[in-house]
């Protein structure tokens, strides 16, 4: 089944630098891709989602990449704040007949120091 | 307002002792599930619900069952806890199996004893 590798797991910048996280999927297949952002003690919320028909989208500070021939996506927060503190996952789920179920990364934990 | 609830979020069993953990969402959505988050490992599916009473075993099922009565609500039950089974659990709705954007609760700690 599918496989999704993230890395770094650790990540430590100073404010105002930019942090890049890449996650590595299995199944060429893959069409919908998510980064979330989980805050202590609270739940995954939802940053991005991006279809396999685009390589790049850019929301709020967040730039997230597609590279279907190597098979990675990436997440590049520019401009880093301490807010922006977090563990950060990345999923993918499969096309057409979609089960619904969504292949989680590992997780990046995320520190942005003053 | 959208939400996923989770009751309770800290819970302290002994081994052998029933778990109940319950789910709520008020977004009438079609598919919900269940998680666990371990350390280094990310979310683990353990069951997934297409709707009432339309359960199906996620990637580790095993020691857990699932209850979905009423669309939204979604029950997993450990009968017979194990100390392996200490984890945070995550509860999560989606608007149905072809929207896989997925919401999730604030989460239920859980350890066995």
């Known amino acids: 089944g599918e496989q999704v590798e993230q890395r770094p797991p650790h990540l430590s910048v100073p404010e105002g630098d930019s942090a890049v996280i890449i996650c590595t999927y299995t199944?060429?297949?893959?069409?919908?891709f998510y980064w979330y952002k989980q805050e202590p003690g609270a739940g995954l919320q939802l940053l991005m989602s991006?279809?396999?028909?685009?390589d790049r989208k850019e929301e709020q500070g967040l730039t997230v990449l597609l590279n279907k021939k190597d098979k990675q996506l990436s997440l590049n927060l520019t401009a880093a704040h301490p807010g922006d503190s977090a563990v950060y996952f990345c999923?993918?789920?499969?096309?057409?007949?979609?089960?619904?179920?969504?292949?989680f990364g590992h997780g990046t934990i995320l520190r942005v120091h003053p | 307002d959208m939400k996923v609830t989770q009751m309770p979020r800290y819970l302290i069993k002994r081994m052998g002792e029933n778990v109940l953990l319950e789910c709520g969402q008020d977004?009438?959505?079609?598919?919900m599930y269940w998680y666990r988050q371990d350390p280094g490992l990310g979310l683990q599916l353990i069951y997934i619900?297409?709707?009432?009473?339309?359960?199906s075993e996620g990637d580790i099922p095993k020691g857990y069952r699932v209850s979905r009565k009423k669309r939204e609500h979604f029950s997993l039950i450990l009968d017979s806890a194990k100390t392996n089974q200490t984890s945070v659990y995550f509860c999560?709705?989606?608007?149905?199996?072809?929207?896989?954007?997925?919401?999730f609760g604030p989460g239920t700690r859980l350890t066995v004893l």
């Open positions: 999923a993918v789920s499969g096309p057409g007949a979609n089960t619904g179920k969504l292949t």
């Open positions: 619900s297409y709707d009432v009473d339309s359960n």
């Open positions: 199944d060429s297949a893959t069409a919908y």
């Open positions: 999560a709705s989606s608007l149905g199996i072809n929207y896989a954007e997925q919401f």
């Open positions: 991006v279809f396999s028909n685009v």
């Open positions: 977004m009438s959505h079609e598919t």
